[in-house]
């Protein structure tokens, strides 16, 4: 996929994941994988892109500079990835779209659409590359005006501080870009969500996002050294200290801020050497308690690796169902039995990446971990994940054509409680359905690991219902099932999607009344008139 520095409205598909150009099949082995464990598929019927723009109301918004008023483009804006934002589009039904689209390219630009925002009562949602899966971007029912901002234009590299390695990127400008770029110069960030294709490096740091490759320097926190935030009170210019004890770090307060306090026009990252090698192995684990405590051992042993997941046995299985070269998949399973390991194993992968000493050492010391714990080397296998990485959100277009709804959530917790929790969340997904007489297929992976305690991350699939509505009961009902044992377990409610709108009904049980008033306070000090995307993070402000 070429490095963009935007998006691209022409290119984008308006109701699905990613570019018009790539597509996605489900494997025969999927299929079958799903029709054994859910039952034949239900296809949908989708509303087609002329019939939803017809649907447009009129705009709320006064014409003005900046600002985009075309029905197709509202269209495109109004909604992100989460899985009734599918619904929504996919059924052309779709309650509230943007009364307009801004479309600045400065910071100056951002601070004049502000003020008119405040003149006309109008409600602002920022939007980068469109992909929040919890509802952040998505446009709400509102009294007053909705303008989505698109920060696409706030892209390229500013400043390149090499000897610093710090480099000043506008907030708009997406991952490919970035890496393209920082590439030719021996840089690399090494944040890469599986949304890298399109997510744009304000969003990393407004959701407080978390990298394939966080278990060496991929979640945000880590490389978010500063910036500028033009709030609706005013503009934060945020140094990048390598380290300050002057009071609390505001940088904390953006991060994960989710677009409630205001526009980040510009990001400083820091950044790190291209690896002078890089390189991934894949384990079968005798069993997922062998794989759970070599995933903990590795971690607590603080081995300077660049990833670390181990996946259920049932998350193996399904990744091989869904692989398009079953001969290579027949041949790994056949080289397993030779080595007499049970059906139920589970799968590790490592990746190293960095200097070649390092690396080769961190590589040598998990691998005598693992071989503690009876894994055996899979050959191929990590090579052929990490080139598919970011296949699979382009897959979930295909399950719904296929007449399967598929989605996501995570949650982490300390190494105590990872059993329990996990098998309890399996537990409870699996069995939201049974009053719809409908099954639920679940898998898991630890997807981030740190010495206290690692991200358990849930990826389930289940038949679409006869309509919109009962698909999206079905969703709800699994996500709050979910939601249940994660709040019963003390567990966090997002370890790295961020809150959005979908979970801000759990936010106040992790946080407590007065985390959640201190929040509060914050955002009224930012944004005094409540502009900023009403609903998202918090519930929305009243005026």
């Keep these: 996929m070429r490095p963009r520095i935007g998006h691209d409205d022409a290119m984008r598909r308006w109701n699905g994941w990613g570019d018009e150009g790539h597509t996605a099949e489900v494997s025969e082995g999927g299929l079958a994988l799903l029709a054994e464990k859910l039952g034949p598929g239900r296809p949908p019927v989708d509303a087609t892109l002329a019939k939803v723009v017809a649907a447009v109301p009129t705009s709320r918004a006064k014409p003005g500079e900046?600002?985009?008023l075309d029905p197709e483009g509202r269209v495109r804006h109004a909604r992100g990835q989460s899985f009734p934002d599918l619904v929504d589009l996919r059924s052309g039904r779709l309650d509230a779209v943007p009364d307009a689209v801004a479309r600045p390219r400065t910071a100056a630009h951002i601070r004049d659409i502000l003020v008119?925002?405040?003149?006309?009562?109008?409600?602002?949602?920022?939007?980068?590359?469109?992909?929040?899966?919890?509802?952040g971007v998505s446009t709400r029912r509102l009294p007053d005006p909705v303008i989505t901002v698109d920060l696409s234009g706030l892209a390229g590299v500013r400043e390149m501080d090499e000897r610093s390695g710090l480099v000043t990127v506008g907030a708009g400008t997406t991952g490919p870009a970035l890496d393209s770029w920082l590439r030719e110069r021996g840089l690399f960030i090494g944040h890469e969500p599986q949304s890298f294709d399109l997510a744009t490096v304000g969003g990393w740091v407004a959701a407080r996002g978390s990298g394939l490759r966080s278990f060496g320097q991929g979640r945000i926190e880590q490389l978010f050294a500063g910036g500028t935030l033009e709030s609706?009170?005013?503009?934060?210019?945020?140094?990048?200290?390598p380290a300050s004890a002057a009071g609390p770090d505001l940088r904390q307060l953006v991060l994960g801020s989710e677009g409630r306090l205001g526009f980040l026009s510009d990001v400083i990252l820091r950044t790190s050497p291209v690896p002078e090698i890089e390189g991934m192995e894949a384990w079968a684990m005798p069993t997922w308690q062998e794989g759970c405590?070599?995933?903990?051992?590795?971690?607590?042993?603080?081995?300077?690796?660049?990833?670390?997941r181990l996946s259920t046995p049932a998350e193996a299985r399904t990744l091989l169902a869904f692989s398009d070269h079953p001969g290579q998949v027949k041949a790994l399973q056949a080289y397993i039995r030779a080595r007499r390991?049970?059906?139920?194993?589970a799968l590790l992968i490592t990746g190293v990446a960095g200097a070649r000493n390092l690396a080769r050492l961190a590589r040598n010391e998990a691998a005598e971990i693992?071989?503690?714990h009876e894994g055996i080397r899979l050959p191929g296998l990590?090579?052929?994940?990490?080139?598919?990485?970011?296949r699979t959100p382009y897959l979930r277009n295909a399950l719904w054509e296929a007449g399967y709804g598929s989605d996501t959530l995570e949650t982490a917790t300390d190494w105590s409680r990872v059993p329990t929790l996990l098998s309890r969340l399996e537990a409870?997904?699996?069995?939201?359905?049974l009053p719809h007489r409908e099954k639920v297929h679940v898998f898991t992976h630890l997807s981030h690991l740190y010495p206290t305690g690692a991200s358990i991350y849930l990826s389930f699939i289940f038949r679409l219902g006869s309509t919109p509505e009962a698909t999206l009961t079905w969703w709800r009902a699994i996500r709050a099932a979910a939601a249940s044992v994660i709040a019963a377990e003390g567990a966090t409610i997002s370890h790295h999607h961020g809150v959005g709108a979908d979970a801000v009904p759990y936010l106040r049980t992790e946080k407590g009344p007065l985390g959640i008033a201190a929040l509060e306070a914050v955002t009224r000090v930012f944004d005094p008139d409540g502009l900023m995307n009403p609903g998202v993070l918090l519930e929305g402000p009243k005026r």
């Design 66 to 68: 900046f600002l985009d």
């Design 116 to 135: 008119r925002a405040k003149a006309q009562g109008a409600r602002l949602v920022p939007y980068g590359g469109g992909t929040s899966v919890t509802g």
């Design 370 to 372: 693992i071989d503690a």
């Design 293 to 308: 405590e070599a995933a903990r051992a590795i971690a607590q042993a603080r081995l300077p690796l660049s990833l670390v």
């Design 341 to 345: 390991k049970p059906h139920a194993w």
């Design 232 to 241: 609706p009170a005013g503009t934060m210019v945020m140094p990048p200290f």
């Design 428 to 433: 409870a997904i699996e069995q939201a359905l």
């Design 382 to 390: 990590a090579e052929g994940w990490f080139a598919a990485r970011f």
